[in-house]
Structure formats: structure tokens, C-alpha cells
């Protein structure tokens, strides 16, 4: 096939191009983060991890991370069963009003997230519990969880239904036909999708804005805070911890349940 | 109000004379008896702008106020315009609101009296005595203190104009700087000048602002960069623009880090403007008790003289000396003299103004 | 139905073996009995509904948030207070239709989100495709990663390492500098703010198109390659007809997302290249009037829903959803 080569050629020029796009930014703000100087500038002046020290130092930071860590989980927690029984309702039961209901689960999407924002810190407040945690957890999960429903989606659409009608035939009771074939069918789907869940509510800044405070501010807030006052290098450290996290996070999935789950849709 | 509130506030006003009694005695740093009948909170919450604002705060006058009364302060760096709705929603929701005290622009500062949401300050000790800049102008009281000027000046990298400084606001207009010129991102500090620079004058504000508006519009064909304060200080440190009309104190800060940047007053005068504090209601009582205490610090001599000399901006203490790199400089206006170079839009003018103002910078810049 | 038992995995084979485990039979018995006590057989058509009411419940949150919203959008504000009038007017929604800033704004968000979309797309099924039919698994996870890493760094700091890159000082001009060109002004600009929007919606537009490409046998394409077709129109008539779902899926989510953006514009543009969202924002903000941002995201909530109707009337809802329970 003397396509194939051509073939080849454009579409891994193309990735190539891609993949300097996505870790251009990701590759500079690490690189800045260990500059010797007080400016934030690539090629960095020097080398130091002083940036990191003082970050390290920084009670503030760590208060904000935790936090981040934990309205990041509930995000996660109340995503999971949330956006999975979603996912599979959609999928595997005749609904009415479909394409109505999708439309309506889309509204975080289509709702700016000022909008969002506002409009849950004026409810939240009317109902007396702005100013905690779990509220923002909860707030970072309503405006992600079409993400959470379409990953789940997508394995669901890959998992053969005949498999659910014959665990049905065979005699298993509706709970257990769930729980046995259908739960262990979507969960490259579900892990998937808390993992996203998990990262964009670790990185979401303006609907956080409206539902913290200097008390329990966010470390993506206090972040977006810092910027528009002054850029200094510990921003760059401070993502670079970012970064960190996510290798982690993605090497862990790769050894508990492999990468590849995500992408075999059959 | 109802009886208990009253009483309230009225054993609050004891506390408050005993308190400055001590405060003009000098003891600031026995706290002990007076202060002792409002309990003290862990921490209050100041927000502020970051940056060299920010730091000059925390040194000029939280740390004494923290050494003072064992409060720590805690500063909060959501933009002002942010913090505006948080607050307003919390008042009108009757729930605690997210600050204690309000570091802000005047006159966002009377639009959140306006709407009712500030603490009156008019029982202050350390009030009497402050120049007159710092009573806020058409308001009833005190529902905010004034606690210094600020002059929007024309900044400038000195090695963009080997010639000397600009002597016109025209400059913005100079094809040589296309791109490299910079606004306020909603034309604040400039609005006033632009109608004079447009070859109206000061009487036409603000009921004939097209001179203004036309000048806004032939600068848009120069590109012009539209942000805030802390971009300033980044533009001219990486080279991005040449010429802004900004708060000095940007300016200064990114001449501080060693940019070569001076500031300048073109004839036709530039906007002086001022910030002050203020307290929200709906605060613990304690808690506003020591928010009131905390601008009360802010307004003695020695927090006055700290503050604004970081700042570098002049004080509403009467008789604070310049720092040695302001004196007699252009932004740091003390005498009347220096008032007639500057142009000062009273507060319910630009309160009333403003956001139409706003409107039609930005139509004009994203249309 | 003859071949079923071929088809049962092991999923089933594992619930058999569970018989040997009579205390789980009984946990297992017992939940079903409860189950069946709670939602009995006679409620059985409406389990897809139960199933969707906590989801449902989730995003009525962001129903009262508009509830809201629309209510201050029907208020002129008082200046004189800085509250919204007590009356009710459409005071808000003519100066938004009448305005020309905010109908060049709109349009320039619409025109840049279809335009994001469009960039995105062609970027993003090449990615899509080849970490799909990747033969080596090292070569699919070291796609996967590349793919989830800059994920983790929100869309401030991205736009900021972009600053640095493509600042006056930055990175490309040094270089460009370094061959003896004046630099370029490359940043606070509207390809700036595109740029930006691209390398943000990348890795959704591969997530969302991964699964419909999975979905195309290879077979298919070997077919139409060894009857002759060049691999190009192989990859025109069929690949991307039959990863239309993929297609669907991730530019509704694209659009979407760009045209509610807020921050890209905000670090990218210079203050002179906003999108509607920053128009809501300064109207909320810095002119303090609730009323016309209000009046603002109404129209622009609108606006995004109709896209998402029409998108999802014409072509289904794609990898979004599932094809059968639509039809």
C-alpha cells in the first residue's frame, strides 16, 4: 500500500504539532519554576529550587491545598454515582423528552461560568451554607458533570446490551444483573471520568471565586488572586506542583487499572 | 434597630473613648483593660490589592495592629470589584459578610454606601485632625474614610523618549507607539483627561464628554493595551508598552525592580483620585468593633506615615514628609499648588457617572 | 437468540460462582428484597427516570442560579442606590440588542467559538485516530499521557506559560531575535486568544472523539483502501462519516465551552478582544449593574441552548449520549 506511508507522514505531522502545542506551556512554566531570579522568564536565570522552599514555608499554601484536595474528592464522590446512573439511564432505558433532557444536562456547558457562579453563590447563600467547604465540591460538580455522564456514556455504548438481557434470562434479579454486568461494564467509563472530575475540580478558579472565602479560599483562587496583583516564581513552582500531581495521578490509574481501559470501547 | 442593638453600639462608644485615651496617651501597646470588654477574634480579614499594595499594608499598618492587639490580620486579595457583590449579596441575605474591612477605591467605597452596606466611622478618634480629603465627599458621616491621594500619571519608559518627558497626553496619539501604549481596562484615570486632551474643558464634564470620546476613538487606532494595575508594572518590565496612564505606585514599583521608568504630568493635567476603608455591616459586634479599630490604627501618624511612603502617595495625616525619592515630584501633591495641576472629579459625579463612562469606553475600544 | 451463551463474558460466569458464597447470596437476596420493596416491578418502566434524578437533581442548582438571574435581568438599575428598581422593565435587554459593543462582542465570540471548534477538530481526529489504532501500546500510552498532563494545569497558568512564550520577551522572539528579526507582537491579540482556545479544548476534543473511532471496525477501512481509494478518501467518505457521533460530541462541548469562555480572552486579549462572557462579567463587576449582566447571560444562555438543540436535532447527540435511546 503505497498510501500508508503518506498516510502516516500527515497524520503524525499533525500529532507532532499537537503534542508541542499541548506541552509547550506545561514545559516553560516548569522550566520557569527554577529560576534563581524574581521574574518569571524562560530560559530560567539559573538554577534553584528556592521557589520551592518558600512554598514549602507558606502555611497558606498548604491550608489551600488540602482544601483543594478535599472539595476536590467530594467533587469526585458525588460526581461518580451521579453521573453514572446518568449515563446508563440514558443509555439503557427508554427515556421521553431526550434530547430535551440532554439538552437540559448540558446547561453547565452552556451557562457561562460567571453565571454559574453567581447564581449558586446567591442560592447557596439563601440557604445558609456559602461560606463552608462541601458546597464547593458540590458546585465543581454540577458545572463538570456532563463531563462525567459522556465518559460514562461512551463505555456504556461500548458494553454489548445482549449481555445485560441474558443475565436477565438466566434468572438475576434486577440489583444483581446491575451490579454484576452492567457496574463492572462501564467502569473504564466511570474511572475515567473521575479522573477528570477530579483534575478539572483541582484547576477550577472563577465558580470557586463565588463560594469561597479568605478562609477557605482554593488554591486555583488563590492562584487567579496572585495574578492579576503580581507574577513571581512561585506561581511557576506552585504549578509545577500541579504538574507533579498529575504524573502521579496518571502513572497510578496506568498501574491500577491501565490506560488503555479508557480507549477499548468493546 | 431595636433596644438591645442600641445599648450595643452605645457601651461600643465607651469602649471607644477609653480606648483613645490611651491610644493619644501613647500606651499603644498596653491593650490590657479597655479593650479587654469587646472580645478580640482570632484574626480579621482586610481585603486588599496585591502586590507592592499589598505589602505596603501588611508592613504600614497590619503587623503594628497585629503587635498592637494580638489580632492577626489576614489579607484577603480578591479584586474590588469582586468582592463588591460578595459583599452586597451577604448584607442583603443578612448573612456574615466575607471581610472585615474593605480596603477600596472611593468611589466604589460611596457606591457600597449608597446601597447601605457600610458601618458608619464617624466615632473614630483618630478622625479629628486629618486633612479634608479624607471626609468623603456629598455622604452623610463617615461611612468610609479617606486615607490617601493618588494621581493618575502619565508613566513612562525614559528610554522611549530621549527627548525628555511627554509634554501632551497627545503622545498616546504618536503613531510610533502603536501597540505600546496602555489604559486602565475601563478607561479609569482617564476619562476626566480625555475630554480636556479632546479639546474640551473641565466645565464640560460630565455633561458634554464627546470631545472625550473622540479622542478615545482616534486612539484606537493605535492599539492601546487595556488592564490593571498589576499589568502595568509587568508591561513595563517586559518591555511590552512604553507610555500608560497609571496609579504611580505601579509605575514606581517597576522602576523599584530596577526598569528604567519615570512619570510626568503633561499640561493638560492629570486625574488625582483617592482610596479609602471601610467596614460592612452585618458583622458580630465584637468583630465590627475591631474592624473599626483596625482603620482607627490605620489613621495614626506613624501607620500613615509607613503605609503611604511605601506606598509612596501623600497621607490624609497632616505633616508627614514625602520619601526621599517623591519629594517635590509631580504624583506626591501636598500643597494647593500642586492640587491646581490635577484634576479632581467630586465622588457623586463620577458615582453617577462612571458606569456610563465605562460603557462607552468599551464600546468604543471592543467595538 | 441461539448463540447467546457464546456471547455471555464473565461477568456472568462470576455471578455463578458466587453461588458458592452463600453468605453473599444472602446479602445479595436480602438488597433485592429491599430493592424490590422500595421500586417494585410495577415501577420497573420508570427506573431510567429514578436513575436520573440525582443528576437531574444536580443541575436544577444551576436552574434556581438562573431563576435568579432572569429576575434581575427584568429590573433597571437606580443610580442613586446602586439597587435594581422595584418595576419591571426590558430596560436591560434593549440596551443589549441596541448596543453595537455588545452585538460585536457576541459576534465575535460566536464567530471565534466556530472558529475554535473547527481548529480543534482538525488538530484533535489525527491525535484521536492514531491513539486509537496505535499497533504499540507504548506508543497509545505515551499519546494518553501527553494528552492528560497538561490537563492538570488550569487554563490561568497555561495562559500564562503562553505569555511567556509569546511575550515581546519571550521565548519565540528571543529566538526569532536570535536570527536577526525585530520581534513580533504576537500576544494580546485575537490568534493569541484562538491560540489559547485551541491548546485548552484539545485534549476534550480527543476524549470526545477517541470513543467514535474506536467504534469503526478497521476492517472497514482496509476494505475501501484495498479496493484502490487513496487513504484520503478513504478517510473523507469513510472514517469520519462513521465517527460523526465523536464529530457531534466534541464540537457541541467546543462551542460550548468557547463561547462562555472567560479567562483566555481575559489574560490573552489585552483587555480589547473580550467575548460575551467578559462583557457579563464587567456588567455584574465593574459597572456594579446586575440588570444588564443579567439581561446579558440570559441572551447568551439562550443563544448556546438553541445551538445545542439544533446540533442534537439534526445529528443526534452523539458520543454525548447513545445513539439507540434516542430513536
Redesign the interface.
Not at chain 1, 522568564?41 to 483543594?68: H, I, N
Not at chain 1, 474511572?191 to 483534575?199: H, P, Y
Not at chain 2, 452585618?282 to 475591631?290: Q, V
Given at each position: 500500500m503505497s498510501g500508508s506511508r503518506s498516510k502516516a507522514t500527515v497524520l503524525w505531522a499533525i500529532v507532532w504539532f499537537d503534542l508541542i502545542l499541548l506541552s509547550l506551556p506545561t514545559i516553560i512554566i516548569f522550566g520557569a519554576s527554577f529560576t534563581t531570579g524574581d521574574i518569571v522568564q524562560f530560559p530560567p536565570e539559573g538554577f534553584s529550587l528556592k521557589w520551592y522552599s518558600k512554598l514549602w514555608l507558606l502555611d497558606d499554601f498548604k491550608a489551600a491545598f488540602f482544601r483543594t484536595f478535599y472539595v476536590s474528592l467530594i467533587c469526585t464522590a458525588v460526581s461518580i454515582p451521579a453521573g453514572t446512573l446518568a449515563a446508563i439511564a440514558l443509555s439503557r432505558y427508554r427515556i421521553r423528552f431526550y434530547t430535551g433532557l440532554q439538552v437540559y444536562l448540558l446547561l453547565p456547558f452552556t451557562i457561562p461560568l460567571v453565571v454559574s457562579g453567581l447564581g449558586m453563590m446567591i442560592f447557596f447563600g439563601e440557604i445558609r451554607i456559602l461560606g463552608q467547604l462541601w458546597p464547593v465540591g458540590i458546585g465543581l460538580c454540577i458545572i463538570n458533570l456532563p463531563f462525567m455522564i459522556w465518559a460514562v456514556s461512551a463505555s456504556v455504548n461500548g458494553l454489548d446490551d445482549q449481555l445485560e438481557n441474558a443475565a436477565a434470562n438466566c434468572g438475576a434479579p434486577p440489583l444483581q444483573a446491575f451490579l454484576t454486568v452492567t457496574l463492572p461494564g462501564v467502569m473504564p467509563g466511570v474511572i475515567t471520568g473521575a479522573l477528570l472530575m477530579f483534575i478539572l475540580a483541582f484547576n477550577e478558579f472563577l465558580v470557586s471565586l463565588f463560594l469561597t472565602d479568605a478562609r477557605i479560599v482554593t488554591l486555583p483562587v488563590s492562584i487567579y488572586n496572585s495574578i492579576r496583583s503580581v507574577i513571581t516564581p512561585d506561581l511557576a513552582a506552585v504549578s509545577a506542583v500541579y504538574i507533579i500531581i498529575a504524573f502521579i495521578a496518571v502513572l497510578l490509574l496506568d498501574k491500577l487499572v491501565g490506560l488503555e481501559l479508557f480507549l477499548k470501547s468493546k | 434597630m431595636n433596644d438591645k442593638q442600641r445599648n450595643n453600639l452605645n457601651l461600643t462608644r465607651r469602649d471607644f473613648l477609653a480606648t483613645s485615651a490611651i491610644l493619644a496617651g501613647g500606651v499603644m501597646l498596653a491593650p490590657g483593660l479597655a479593650w479587654a470588654a469587646q472580645k478580640k477574634p482570632k484574626e480579621i480579614?482586610v481585603r486588599a490589592?496585591?502586590?507592592?499594595?499589598?505589602e505596603a499594608l501588611k508592613a504600614g499598618v497590619a503587623d503594628g495592629f497585629s503587635k498592637a492587639t494580638g489580632i492577626k490580620v489576614?489579607l484577603?486579595?480578591?479584586?474590588d470589584?469582586?468582592i463588591?457583590?460578595?459583599i452586597w449579596?451577604?448584607v442583603d441575605?443578612g448573612?456574615?459578610p466575607?471581610?472585615h474591612v474593605n480596603w477600596d477605591t472611593t468611589t466604589n467605597a460611596t457606591?457600597?454606601a449608597?446601597?447601605?452596606v457600610t458601618v458608619d466611622l464617624s466615632d473614630l478618634s483618630n478622625l479629628k485632625g486629618l486633612l479634608p480629603l479624607a471626609k468623603p465627599v456629598g455622604l452623610e458621616g463617615y461611612p468610609l474614610v479617606n486615607t490617601y491621594a493618588y494621581v493618575y500619571v502619565c508613566a513612562y519608559r525614559t528610554e522611549a523618549f530621549p527627548e525628555g518627558p511627554p509634554k501632551s497626553w497627545n503622545v498616546l496619539l504618536d503613531p510610533k507607539f502603536k501597540?505600546r501604549v496602555a489604559l486602565y481596562?475601563?478607561g479609569i484615570g482617564f476619562n476626566p483627561i480625555s475630554v480636556i486632551v479632546g479639546g474640551g474643558s473641565f466645565a464640560d464634564i460630565p455633561d458634554n464628554m464627546e470631545p472625550g470620546y473622540e479622542f478615545y476613538r482616534k486612539l484606537k487606532a493605535n492599539?492601546?493595551?487595556?488592564?490593571?494595575?498589576?499589568d502595568f508594572?509587568?508591561w513595563f518590565?517586559?518591555?511590552?508598552i512604553d507610555l500608560a496612564c497609571t496609579i504611580s505606585v505601579n509605575a514606581r514599583a517597576a522602576k523599584q525592580?530596577g526598569i528604567d521608568v519615570a512619570w510626568t504630568v503633561p499640561k493638560e493635567g492629570c486625574k488625582v483620585d483617592t482610596d479609602g476603608l471601610w467596614v460592612p455591616k452585618g458583622l458580630p459586634a465584637n468583630e465590627e468593633y475591631w474592624a473599626k479599630e483596625f482603620i482607627n490604627f490605620a489613621l495614626t501618624r506613624d501607620a500613615q506615615q509607613k503605609w503611604c511612603s511605601m506606598l509612596g502617595l501623600p497621607p490624609v495625616f497632616p505633616g508627614i514628609d514625602p520619601p526621599a525619592d517623591l519629594v517635590g515630584d509631580v504624583s506626591y501633591p501636598t500643597k494647593p499648588e500642586d492640587f491646581e495641576k490635577l484634576i479632581r472629579v467630586p465622588s457623586k459625579i463620577l458615582?453617577?457617572n462612571q458606569?456610563k463612562w465605562?460603557?462607552k469606553f468599551?464600546?468604543i475600544?471592543?467595538? | 437468540m441461539s448463540g447467546f451463551n457464546d456471547r455471555v463474558g464473565t461477568p456472568l460466569a462470576s455471578a455463578k460462582q458466587s453461588s458458592q458464597f452463600p453468605v453473599r447470596w444472602r446479602i445479595l437476596d436480602a438488597a433485592e428484597r429491599i430493592a424490590a420493596l422500595i421500586w417494585p416491578r410495577s415501577l420497573y418502566p420508570y427506573t431510567g427516570y429514578l436513575l436520573l434524578v440525582p443528576a437531574l437533581l444536580l443541575v436544577f442548582v444551576l436552574v434556581i442560579g438562573l431563576v435568579y438571574i432572569g429576575g434581575y435581568s427584568l429590573h433597571e438599575l437606580d443610580l442613586s442606590n446602586y439597587r435594581l428598581k422595584e418595576s419591571f422593565s426590558l430596560t436591560n435587554y434593549y440596551t443589549a440588542f441596541t448596543s453595537a459593543t455588545y452585538r460585536t462582542v457576541l459576534l465575535r465570540s460566536i464567530y471565534a467559538s466556530l472558529l475554535v471548534t473547527v481548529i480543534t477538530i482538525f488538530l484533535a481526529f489525527p491525535y484521536a485516530y492514531l491513539m486509537v489504532r496505535a499497533r504499540r501500546a507504548m506508543t497509545r500510552k505515551f499519546l494518553l499521557i501527553s494528552l492528560f498532563l497538561p490537563f492538570f494545569i488550569g487554563q490561568i497558568v497555561r495562559a500564562y506559560g503562553w505569555l511567556i512564550i509569546l511575550g515581546k520577551e519571550g521565548l519565540l522572539n528571543n529566538i526569532i531575535g536570535f536570527f536577526g528579526f525585530s520581534p513580533l507582537k504576537l500576544i494580546y491579540n485575537y490568534p493569541a486568544v484562538i491560540l489559547g482556545l485551541v491548546q485548552y479544548m484539545l485534549p476534550f476534543g480527543v476524549l470526545l472523539l477517541a470513543p467514535a473511532i474506536t467504534a469503526i471496525s478497521r476492517d472497514v477501512e482496509l476494505a475501501s483502501e484495498s479496493l484502490g481509494a487513496h487513504w484520503c478518501r478513504t478517510f473523507i467518505h469513510i472514517v469520519l462519516p462513521l465517527a460523526k457521533p465523536g464529530l457531534v460530541g466534541s464540537s457541541v462541548v467546543i462551542f460550548t465551552l468557547t463561547l462562555t469562555d472567560f479567562a483566555m480572552p481575559e489574560i490573552l486579549g489585552g483587555g480589547t478582544t473580550d467575548f460575551i462572557a467578559n462583557s457579563i462579567y464587567d456588567g455584574f463587576f465593574q459597572l456594579s449593574n446586575s440588570g444588564l449582566g443579567a439581561a446579558l447571560s440570559m441572551i447568551l444562555v439562550t443563544l448556546g441552548t438553541a445551538f445545542v438543540v439544533v446540533i442534537f436535532s439534526i445529528a443526534g447527540t452523539g458520543t454525548l449520549g447513545f445513539s439507540k435511546g434516542a430513536e
Amino acid at each position: 500500500m503505497s498510501g500508508s506511508r503518506s498516510k502516516a507522514t500527515v497524520l503524525w505531522a499533525i500529532v507532532w504539532f499537537d503534542l508541542i502545542l499541548l506541552s509547550l506551556p506545561t514545559i516553560i512554566i516548569f522550566g520557569a519554576s527554577f529560576t534563581t531570579g524574581d521574574i518569571v522568564q524562560f530560559p530560567p536565570e539559573g538554577f534553584s529550587l528556592k521557589w520551592y522552599s518558600k512554598l514549602w514555608l507558606l502555611d497558606d499554601f498548604k491550608a489551600a491545598f488540602f482544601r483543594t484536595f478535599y472539595v476536590s474528592l467530594i467533587c469526585t464522590a458525588v460526581s461518580i454515582p451521579a453521573g453514572t446512573l446518568a449515563a446508563i439511564a440514558l443509555s439503557r432505558y427508554r427515556i421521553r423528552f431526550y434530547t430535551g433532557l440532554q439538552v437540559y444536562l448540558l446547561l453547565p456547558f452552556t451557562i457561562p461560568l460567571v453565571v454559574s457562579g453567581l447564581g449558586m453563590m446567591i442560592f447557596f447563600g439563601e440557604i445558609r451554607i456559602l461560606g463552608q467547604l462541601w458546597p464547593v465540591g458540590i458546585g465543581l460538580c454540577i458545572i463538570n458533570l456532563p463531563f462525567m455522564i459522556w465518559a460514562v456514556s461512551a463505555s456504556v455504548n461500548g458494553l454489548d446490551d445482549q449481555l445485560e438481557n441474558a443475565a436477565a434470562n438466566c434468572g438475576a434479579p434486577p440489583l444483581q444483573a446491575f451490579l454484576t454486568v452492567t457496574l463492572p461494564g462501564v467502569m473504564p467509563g466511570v474511572i475515567t471520568g473521575a479522573l477528570l472530575m477530579f483534575i478539572l475540580a483541582f484547576n477550577e478558579f472563577l465558580v470557586s471565586l463565588f463560594l469561597t472565602d479568605a478562609r477557605i479560599v482554593t488554591l486555583p483562587v488563590s492562584i487567579y488572586n496572585s495574578i492579576r496583583s503580581v507574577i513571581t516564581p512561585d506561581l511557576a513552582a506552585v504549578s509545577a506542583v500541579y504538574i507533579i500531581i498529575a504524573f502521579i495521578a496518571v502513572l497510578l490509574l496506568d498501574k491500577l487499572v491501565g490506560l488503555e481501559l479508557f480507549l477499548k470501547s468493546k | 434597630m431595636n433596644d438591645k442593638q442600641r445599648n450595643n453600639l452605645n457601651l461600643t462608644r465607651r469602649d471607644f473613648l477609653a480606648t483613645s485615651a490611651i491610644l493619644a496617651g501613647g500606651v499603644m501597646l498596653a491593650p490590657g483593660l479597655a479593650w479587654a470588654a469587646q472580645k478580640k477574634p482570632k484574626e480579621i480579614i482586610v481585603r486588599a490589592w496585591g502586590g507592592s499594595w499589598g505589602e505596603a499594608l501588611k508592613a504600614g499598618v497590619a503587623d503594628g495592629f497585629s503587635k498592637a492587639t494580638g489580632i492577626k490580620v489576614r489579607l484577603d486579595f480578591t479584586e474590588d470589584n469582586e468582592i463588591k457583590p460578595k459583599i452586597w449579596a451577604a448584607v442583603d441575605q443578612g448573612r456574615v459578610p466575607p471581610i472585615h474591612v474593605n480596603w477600596d477605591t472611593t468611589t466604589n467605597a460611596t457606591i457600597s454606601a449608597l446601597r447601605g452596606v457600610t458601618v458608619d466611622l464617624s466615632d473614630l478618634s483618630n478622625l479629628k485632625g486629618l486633612l479634608p480629603l479624607a471626609k468623603p465627599v456629598g455622604l452623610e458621616g463617615y461611612p468610609l474614610v479617606n486615607t490617601y491621594a493618588y494621581v493618575y500619571v502619565c508613566a513612562y519608559r525614559t528610554e522611549a523618549f530621549p527627548e525628555g518627558p511627554p509634554k501632551s497626553w497627545n503622545v498616546l496619539l504618536d503613531p510610533k507607539f502603536k501597540g505600546r501604549v496602555a489604559l486602565y481596562d475601563d478607561g479609569i484615570g482617564f476619562n476626566p483627561i480625555s475630554v480636556i486632551v479632546g479639546g474640551g474643558s473641565f466645565a464640560d464634564i460630565p455633561d458634554n464628554m464627546e470631545p472625550g470620546y473622540e479622542f478615545y476613538r482616534k486612539l484606537k487606532a493605535n492599539k492601546p493595551l487595556l488592564g490593571e494595575d498589576a499589568d502595568f508594572t509587568t508591561w513595563f518590565q517586559k518591555g511590552e508598552i512604553d507610555l500608560a496612564c497609571t496609579i504611580s505606585v505601579n509605575a514606581r514599583a517597576a522602576k523599584q525592580s530596577g526598569i528604567d521608568v519615570a512619570w510626568t504630568v503633561p499640561k493638560e493635567g492629570c486625574k488625582v483620585d483617592t482610596d479609602g476603608l471601610w467596614v460592612p455591616k452585618g458583622l458580630p459586634a465584637n468583630e465590627e468593633y475591631w474592624a473599626k479599630e483596625f482603620i482607627n490604627f490605620a489613621l495614626t501618624r506613624d501607620a500613615q506615615q509607613k503605609w503611604c511612603s511605601m506606598l509612596g502617595l501623600p497621607p490624609v495625616f497632616p505633616g508627614i514628609d514625602p520619601p526621599a525619592d517623591l519629594v517635590g515630584d509631580v504624583s506626591y501633591p501636598t500643597k494647593p499648588e500642586d492640587f491646581e495641576k490635577l484634576i479632581r472629579v467630586p465622588s457623586k459625579i463620577l458615582v453617577e457617572n462612571q458606569p456610563k463612562w465605562f460603557a462607552k469606553f468599551n464600546e468604543i475600544f471592543q467595538g | 437468540m441461539s448463540g447467546f451463551n457464546d456471547r455471555v463474558g464473565t461477568p456472568l460466569a462470576s455471578a455463578k460462582q458466587s453461588s458458592q458464597f452463600p453468605v453473599r447470596w444472602r446479602i445479595l437476596d436480602a438488597a433485592e428484597r429491599i430493592a424490590a420493596l422500595i421500586w417494585p416491578r410495577s415501577l420497573y418502566p420508570y427506573t431510567g427516570y429514578l436513575l436520573l434524578v440525582p443528576a437531574l437533581l444536580l443541575v436544577f442548582v444551576l436552574v434556581i442560579g438562573l431563576v435568579y438571574i432572569g429576575g434581575y435581568s427584568l429590573h433597571e438599575l437606580d443610580l442613586s442606590n446602586y439597587r435594581l428598581k422595584e418595576s419591571f422593565s426590558l430596560t436591560n435587554y434593549y440596551t443589549a440588542f441596541t448596543s453595537a459593543t455588545y452585538r460585536t462582542v457576541l459576534l465575535r465570540s460566536i464567530y471565534a467559538s466556530l472558529l475554535v471548534t473547527v481548529i480543534t477538530i482538525f488538530l484533535a481526529f489525527p491525535y484521536a485516530y492514531l491513539m486509537v489504532r496505535a499497533r504499540r501500546a507504548m506508543t497509545r500510552k505515551f499519546l494518553l499521557i501527553s494528552l492528560f498532563l497538561p490537563f492538570f494545569i488550569g487554563q490561568i497558568v497555561r495562559a500564562y506559560g503562553w505569555l511567556i512564550i509569546l511575550g515581546k520577551e519571550g521565548l519565540l522572539n528571543n529566538i526569532i531575535g536570535f536570527f536577526g528579526f525585530s520581534p513580533l507582537k504576537l500576544i494580546y491579540n485575537y490568534p493569541a486568544v484562538i491560540l489559547g482556545l485551541v491548546q485548552y479544548m484539545l485534549p476534550f476534543g480527543v476524549l470526545l472523539l477517541a470513543p467514535a473511532i474506536t467504534a469503526i471496525s478497521r476492517d472497514v477501512e482496509l476494505a475501501s483502501e484495498s479496493l484502490g481509494a487513496h487513504w484520503c478518501r478513504t478517510f473523507i467518505h469513510i472514517v469520519l462519516p462513521l465517527a460523526k457521533p465523536g464529530l457531534v460530541g466534541s464540537s457541541v462541548v467546543i462551542f460550548t465551552l468557547t463561547l462562555t469562555d472567560f479567562a483566555m480572552p481575559e489574560i490573552l486579549g489585552g483587555g480589547t478582544t473580550d467575548f460575551i462572557a467578559n462583557s457579563i462579567y464587567d456588567g455584574f463587576f465593574q459597572l456594579s449593574n446586575s440588570g444588564l449582566g443579567a439581561a446579558l447571560s440570559m441572551i447568551l444562555v439562550t443563544l448556546g441552548t438553541a445551538f445545542v438543540v439544533v446540533i442534537f436535532s439534526i445529528a443526534g447527540t452523539g458520543t454525548l449520549g447513545f445513539s439507540k435511546g434516542a430513536e
